[in-house]
RNA sequence: GGGCGUAUAGCUCAGUUGGUUAGAGCGUUACGUUGACAUCGUAAAGGUCUCCUGUUCGAGUCAGGAUACGCCCACCA
């Protein structure tokens, strides 16, 4: 500085503006080397418990949605902290099972014949790591306060011991078996899947119209999409009501191209209206085929290997993909001109979620939890947790009632968390581990028995699947409780996460929770919106339409990224927004600029009268107390935007616009218990705005929070104790405070009016509004500048 | 086909239990100010509160229906 004896105090603390790069750079660096979000369990103080979803590695591509969804989760876990809660806030990572190996497939374009299985899982753990740390440098640069020394991550040792666990304590209950069933099936990813996993895409296909001989010698023509499965034909369908084929009843059915029978039946299941009235049932190509297969015992012929090839019951067409022998069989039927005709039509498959495959049936062995069978549980149990937004709920609901199987947990792939069984390869016991030796890997270590206990065999070997990502995150609840030994955390207090994974994480969640300790695994669950692009379309990896979160936090700094995420209600859908960004700079802004003002007059008062309180002390204070309660009620109910709001138009309207303008004669003035008294409340009211600000932007507002703090006080913002509405002032009456702003807006309007500067004193002045001058003449007048009411 | 959500000013959104002339911010326009303020102030323009029907003394708000968009689920012969 050239000159410093001319700066006023202030101004050496303050410099004129914000940078919120250096200021947000060193508290981040302060709370990370404090330890402050670190979790340390009190006896008596009573904790709060966030089990925040841990995400895949697949980390190259956070942008505005991730942030805005752990964002607004943020929001509240702060203000429970400043609450007085002990806060737990852990961060997990689900580095184990499909997402990631699909993750680490793609990124390095794995051939798998090409990479052995430890160089393959090496590659996995490789990204993991990385995704932590790329997590990790975002979520501390955004300032998300999660307590970094209790990460997990889901393949590590205690969640593979809890997962363990928890599929032996389901085993002890009898409420998960092996048994071979038409399974969903991943063709492309070569495992089975869950109900979970299917998305419905729709494609452009050809609707097939062929020919079928029937025991008149006559044809019937049967529509189909998937011509290819005609060698597993086991019976055609019509309804028993439909005039046109009641003939054909008993009878058979010639399969063309194949040229074998099948018996033609009857159900009322089958639509006259659909297709032609006549269905032909395979086993499976879909959900129709498997619930006639299942009602009337129908042969099975199983056309589609493990790897989405045509089986040997295809004949020519045996070792196609299944969209070569549909083309292939298309081609034959044709030219023997058995295709009656072809219609394009647009037809929705059920796919795969992770690489978009339509899914098939196939029969497998495969491990499942009893879910099917008890739905009203679920519905009771789901009812029992504080949904956040309520409707939310619904999502549960529908998903609970659309449920068709039980749950598959087995997955035929490498990098996961392993069952602890070891199989007799005679007689198929199931060789279980005890208790205390989890978690085991049995591919490593030996059953604890030699010989199989039920048929004496000594042929054992190790369950070669491994576990569904969702049989391992469902675990959070109570894998949380073990990271730091206290039972009483569970169930956990709030679940944040966004609504698509409702029917996963979070019923897979409720239902093993119910399975194990008959609870609910959390209290609350906080289900966030998506984040859109300024267009309104969905951000995604595929559009490309984001921005790389880092680049954000760069260019705006963390409290304005944050203060944006508060835009839309809990569960709204939000549109990014720089204009919105924008403006959570401005308000850092103005409080840097309020700060400035306060201190400058604060550091150059060097009396200590007595302070005397005025009414407009008294009309901030009653308004500062509203604000509060209002803020607080707003927390509570997890509706951060509300408490934004109120907040925002204390501060801005109330507190910047008219207190400050109203106390600046009495801080200039000569009398030193009215200035006191106004600096007072000035600074007390401040530090609460600062507090009340702090859950969203913690940035800006610990920073001040240091000028404004009592000695006493905590040395951070963080932890110090959430804004309580204290009455004060009892004797100064402020019932008709109102008429002393109307009379100041009154001069106000009338001087720009008539193009006189607010600065500028005029002599006189005829009121129109009805004010009591004995009260607030003063304040009016010095306010207004005016010198004489008339 | 079933369910849920959203629909208010050019844009982003508030509108509590139905109660006068429907609000804010941003943007636009005009004038003014600029010694806490990469500001600020005063004002203007801008809305048949998606549509229809009903309940009511009175509906943005309640009921029924419709439309559009989004999401969940089902169906996909």
Redesign the pocket.
């Known amino acids: 500085m050239e000159n410093p004896e001319k700066n006023t105090l202030s101004e050496v603390f303050f410099p004129?503006?914000?940078?919120f790069k250096e200021k947000e750079e060193k508290w981040r660096k302060i709370w990370t080397d404090t330890k402050l979000y670190e979790f340390n369990y009190q006896e008596g103080k009573p904790t709060f418990t966030v089990d925040t979803p841990p995400p895949y590695v697949s980390a190259d591509h956070l942008h505005a949605g991730h942030i805005m969804s752990y964002t607004q989760a943020e929001f509240i876990v702060r203000y429970k902290r400043m609450q007085g809660y002990n806060v737990f806030y852990p961060m997990g990572f689900d580095d184990n099972g499909l997402p990631t190996e699909r993750f680490v497939e793609k990124k390095y374009k794995i051939d798998k014949s090409k990479i052995t299985k430890s160089e393959f899982i090496d590659l996995c753990l490789k990204e993991t790591e990385k995704g932590i740390e790329t997590y990790r440098n975002l979520w501390n640069s955004l300032g998300i306060s999660v307590d970094w020394s209790k990460t997990y991550s889901t393949i590590a040792p205690l969640p593979t011991k809890v997962s363990q666990w928890s599929i032996l304590d389901l085993y002890e209950k009898g409420l998960i078996y092996k048994k071979e069933l038409p399974i969903l099936w991943c063709p492309f990813c070569g495992t089975a899947i869950s109900?979970?996993d299917?998305?419905?895409k729709?494609r452009d296909?050809k609707?097939?119209?062929i020919k079928f001989g029937l025991s008149d010698g006559s044809t019937g023509i049967?529509?189909?999409?998937?011509p290819e499965m005609l060698p597993a034909c086991v019976a055609v369908?019509?309804?028993p009501t439909d005039e046109r084929y009641v003939h054909l009843k008993d009878t058979e059915a010639t399969v063309p191209l194949f040229d074998f029978k099948v018996p033609i039946r009857t159900s009322d299941?089958?639509?006259?209206e659909?297709?032609?009235?006549?269905?032909?049932v395979c086993t499976w190509?879909?959900?129709?085929d498997l619930?006639k297969w299942r009602l009337d015992n129908l042969p099975t012929k199983n056309l589609i290997t493990e790897d989405g090839k045509i089986t040997e019951l295809g004949g020519k067409y045996q070792g196609m993909g299944i969209e070569e022998a549909r083309k292939a069989v298309i081609t034959d039927l044709s030219e023997a001109g058995i295709l009656e005709k072809q219609e394009s039509?647009i037809?929705?498959?059920?796919v795969h979620e992770r690489c978009d495959t339509p899914v098939e049936f196939v029969l497998s062995k495969q491990w499942f939890i009893k879910i099917t069978d008890n739905k009203e549980k679920w519905l009771e149990m789901g009812k029992k947790i504080n949904w956040f937004?309520s409707?939310?709920f619904?999502?549960y609901?529908?998903?609970v009632?659309?449920?068709?199987w039980d749950w598959c947990i087995s997955r035929q792939r490498y990098y996961g968390v392993p069952f602890p069984f070891w199989i007799c390869q005679d007689c198929g016991e199931v060789i279980v581990p005890r208790k205390e030796d989890l978690p085991v890997n049995p591919f490593e270590q030996k059953p604890p028995v030699d010989i199989c206990p039920k048929c004496a065999s000594k042929n054992i070997e190790p369950e070669k699947d491994v576990m569904d990502t969702w049989a391992t995150s469902s675990c959070t609840p109570f894998l949380l409780r073990e990271i730091v030994g206290k039972p009483e955390l569970f169930p956990v207090d709030v679940r944040p996460n966004a609504?698509?994974i409702?029917?996963t994480w979070d019923f897979y969640s409720v239902v093993k929770s119910t399975m194990h300790f008959n609870s609910v695994p959390f209290k609350n669950l906080m289900i966030s919106g998506?984040g859109l692009d300024e267009q309104?379309r969905?951000i995604s990896k595929r559009l490309g339409n984001y921005t790389p979160s880092d680049k954000l936090v760069e260019e705006y700094g963390a409290d304005a990224i944050r203060y944006w995420a508060t835009?839309?209600?809990l569960?709204?859908?939000?549109?990014f927004?720089p204009?919105?960004i924008k403006?959570g700079k401005?308000i850092s802004?103005?409080l840097?600029?309020?700060?400035?003002?306060i201190m400058?007059y604060d550091q150059s008062n060097n009396n200590s009268a007595e302070p005397a309180f005025e009414h407009a002390d008294k009309w901030i204070s009653e308004e500062l107390n509203k604000t509060i309660e209002e803020a607080t009620k707003h927390f509570e109910g997890y509706e951060y935007?509300?408490a934004k709001?109120a907040i925002e138009?204390f501060f801005?309207?109330k507190f910047?616009?008219y207190y400050?303008?109203f106390v600046?004669y009495r801080l200039n003035g000569e009398d030193d218990a009215s200035r006191n008294a106004a600096l007072t409340i000035l600074k007390k009211t401040f530090c609460n705005i600062l507090k009340m600000y702090a859950p969203i932007i913690p940035f800006i507002t610990e920073e001040l929070y240091q000028y404004f703090k009592e000695e006493k006080e905590e040395r951070t913002i963080h932890t110090s104790p959430w804004p309580k509405v204290i009455k004060s002032m009892e004797q100064i009456d402020i019932s008709d405070f109102n008429e002393a702003l109307t009379t100041i807006?009154e001069i106000?309007?009338y001087?720009?009016?008539n193009?006189?500067?607010?600065?500028?004193e005029i002599p006189e002045y005829k009121l129109n509004t009805k004010v009591n001058l004995d009260k607030y003449g003063l304040l009016v007048g010095k306010v207004g500048k005016v010198n004489r009411f008339i």
């Not at 659909?274 to 032909?280: E, S």
């Open positions: 004129k503006s914000y940078d109900q979970s299917l998305e419905t729709e296909s609707m097939n119209y049967i529509a189909t999409t998937r369908y019509f309804n299941a089958v639509d006259k659909k297709g032609t009235g006549l269905m032909m190509g879909d959900q129709e619930e039509i037809q929705s498959v059920n937004p409707h939310m619904n999502n609901e529908i998903w009632d659309s449920l068709k609504h698509e409702i029917r998506h309104g969905k835009g839309a209600g569960g709204q859908n939000l549109r927004n204009k919105e403006k401005q802004t103005k840097w600029n309020v700060a400035r003002f400058m935007a509300k709001m138009e801005m309207s910047a616009d400050v303008e600046k807006d106000r309007k001087k720009s009016e193009q006189i500067s607010l600065g500028a």
